[in-house]
């Protein structure tokens, strides 16, 4: 069971920007982010391949980029353009099956971290 960490999420001002990054036990693997607003299902917005294939789900197409630092073993979402609908805790999590944005494929996810867009 891979342990996932995530951080650097903030309240920030609509438009601002943020990185978020997640620090998995265990690397490399094909890694997603996903997000969870109040009264809301989880969302996929992001993933990423070990050869370094990115997918973005359309809400975030555009304005979010993932990217993974592979001598750091970190996985980065960085997050441009912020609107209140952003507002959500953001999850890594590891894609055993490099699923891309269809959940079956994640085994492993991390506790999140609180993103506030006002």
């Known amino acids: 069971h891979v342990q996932l960490v995530e951080s650097g999420g903030v309240s920030v001002p609509v438009g601002g920007s943020l990185n978020l990054s997640c620090v998995p036990s265990?690397?490399?693997?094909?890694m997603g982010w996903f997000r969870q607003a109040p009264g809301k299902q989880r969302e996929w917005i992001s993933s990423?391949?070990?050869?370094?294939?990115?997918s973005y789900s359309d809400s975030v197409k555009g304005r979010f980029t993932i990217d993974a630092d592979n001598a750091e073993n970190t996985i980065h979402l960085r997050l441009n353009g912020l609107k209140t609908d952003d507002t959500a805790k953001y999850y890594c999590?590891?894609?055993?099956?490099?699923?891309?944005?269809?959940?079956?494929?994640?085994?492993?996810w991390g506790r999140g971290t609180q993103v506030t867009v006002s």
């Open positions: 990423i391949t070990t050869d370094g294939r990115t």
């Open positions: 999590a590891k894609d055993a099956y490099c699923s891309g944005k269809y959940c079956y494929g994640y085994d492993s």
């Open positions: 265990a690397y490399p693997f094909c």
